[in-house]
């Protein structure tokens, strides 16, 4: 197995605000220098350097994959947990957070904490002139660019998979539209292609969904708006209480509300700081380093249009630096569940872990 001919080591770190930090780092076996390094900049929400998760009866670190794929190519591989989040036991995060150093996980820390650790991973003496790529995914792909843009001259590329092209308060209005909502029910009712649901094609079912998923919810209770389709229009009228609520919270500093009720445990300054940043639409154009990003259309998360919108951008502006890869059906975990059941390396992995060898 790969993992038995790398060298693998945690890292404690004392950040600048003396909030000790903690990360996993994995070499390729030997002593020669490394050629290159990727550091992963995680989403957001509470995450550990194995984000050891659980899939039906098995359990597993998310982060084995990376380091095991990147160490076949001679790449380094580094990731760290969250501020105030350390090893815990129970499922589904397996964390264990210290609310009180969680608060300073905020985009501005997250980004020091890059520079920081760059500059102890460099007193490695194989690491010393290793070309260091980033590798952010979903709140990642923000945190990622704007490193770049604070260390020019530390960072070699950019990696960017679950791409936020927008601020995170504009991608929490898109999650809230109906819009991701109906990705899902396009995808499994939509057999006219039309865009919507009919009444027909809901009691069709062709995939069970409606007994398996929807618990034999009426088409009546999802048709909202009593047009006789099911659209996102529907959908954002049965978000828009849940949507409002979220929007109180975040007003009144309510973290208390946003633990107990927000799916990702998020603080009110870490959403109060991700609406004052720029978004990915202004600040990747800035860079002149490769950028790869790997996307699914599948992706409820955050919308496929912002690829599309940004490959569109950099066309305009006659820059060569941004390589888009976007994959039909997949998710915004480009299909790892598929590694965890069977073991293959879905296609948008192997696209992403040789990209790395490649420029």
């Known amino acids: 197995h790969a993992l038995l001919d790398r060298y693998t ?23 020669e220098p ?17 984000n050891k998760r659980q899939y039906g009866e098995q359990t597993f670190n998310y982060f084995d994959l990376f380091a095991e794929q990147f160490g076949m190519r001679e790449t380094g591989f580094f990731r760290w947990s969250t501020r105030g989040v350390s090893m815990g036991d129970q499922p589904p995060s397996f964390a264990t957070i210290d609310e009180a150093v969680y608060q ?25 002139e290793a070309d260091i790529w980033l590798l952010g995914w979903s709140e990642g792909t923000i945190i990622a660019p704007l490193a770049a843009e604070a260390y020019p001259d530390e960072i070699s590329g950019l990696l960017l998979a679950g791409y936020c092209n927008d601020r995170m308060d504009v991608i929490f209005d898109w999650q809230q539209s109906g819009e991701p909502s109906m990705i899902f029910y396009r995808q499994y009712f939509d057999t006219d292609g039309d865009g919507s649901i009919s009444e027909a094609e809901y009691t069709a079912d062709p995939y069970n969904i409606v007994t398996s998923v929807l618990a034999d919810t009426p088409f009546a209770d999802i048709d909202a708006d009593s047009d006789g389709a099911i659209t996102a229009a529907d959908f954002a009228i049965l978000l828009e209480p849940g949507k409002q609520a979220f929007y109180d919270a975040v007003a009144r500093g309510d973290d208390a509300w946003l633990a107990e009720n927000y799916s990702v445990r998020l603080t009110r300054g870490w959403f109060r700081a991700h609406q004052a940043l720029q978004p990915n639409s202004e600040v990747l154009p800035t860079l002149d380093l490769p950028i790869h990003i790997f996307h699914g259309t599948a992706d409820t998360n955050c919308s496929v249009e912002g690829v599309y919108a940004i490959r569109d951008q950099f066309a305009a502006l ?42």
């Open 9 to 31: 080591t945690l890292l404690t770190h004392n950040a600048a605000d003396c909030v000790t930090l903690t990360g996993k780092l994995d070499l390729p076996a030997g002593s």
């Open 104 to 128: 300073t996980y905020l985009p501005s820390t997250s980004v020091s904490d890059i520079g920081e650790w760059i500059t102890q991973l460099r007193q490695n003496p194989r690491l010393q």
């Open 318 to 359: 006659g820059k060569t630096n941004l390589t888009t890869h976007v994959y039909g059906g997949y998710d915004h975990n480009l299909l790892y569940d598929l590694y965890v059941i069977n073991g293959a390396v879905p296609p948008a992995f192997v696209d992403l872990f040789q990209s790395i060898t490649t420029g």
């Open 34 to 50: 490394v050629d290159r390094l990727v550091l992963f900049i995680n989403g957001s929400g509470p995450n550990t350097y194995d």
